[in-house]
């Protein structure tokens, strides 16, 4: 399973981004996608999740409301748009892939992440 991360940048706090995270290397169906990131000094944060086979969706409670999380079954392709963002939203994205529904803290896979600046 390859991970491929993409639209980071540096973006005024009150805008948006939206990340985008391109899988390959498999076939069976059941697994899930998660978007996660980690601030310099801070442990790494789970943000938002989506089940490929379910549809199931979650979030962290530091981001409902202000990030989406979508998929493109066709390519294989997840999205995390990000509205309203703030300076403390600074850190490196990452995607990751489970094998299953759910997300858990440590993935099977991960990509090699982007990075989104904040700035005040």
């Known amino acids: 399973v390859q991970l491929v991360e993409s639209g980071g940048g540096l973006v005024q706090a009150g805008g948006s981004l939206r990340l985008s995270c391109a899988a390959s290397?498999?076939?069976?169906?059941?697994?899930?996608i998660g978007w996660f990131r980690q601030a310099p000094g801070k442990e790494r944060e789970g943000l938002s999740c989506?089940?490929?086979?379910?549809?199931?969706?979650d979030y962290a409670d530091s981001v409902k409301g202000r990030f989406t999380i979508s998929s493109d079954n066709a390519d294989n392709t997840v999205y995390l748009h990000m509205d309203s963002l703030k300076p403390e939203d600074t850190a490196v994205y990452y995607c990751?892939?489970?094998?299953?529904?759910?997300?858990?803290?440590?993935?099977?896979?991960w990509g090699k992440g982007t990075l989104v600046t904040v700035s005040s």
């Open positions: 290397g498999f076939t069976y169906d059941d697994y899930a």
């Open positions: 990751a892939f489970v094998w299953g529904r759910v997300c858990p803290y440590s993935m099977d896979y």
């Open positions: 989506i089940s490929h086979k379910y549809g199931t969706i």
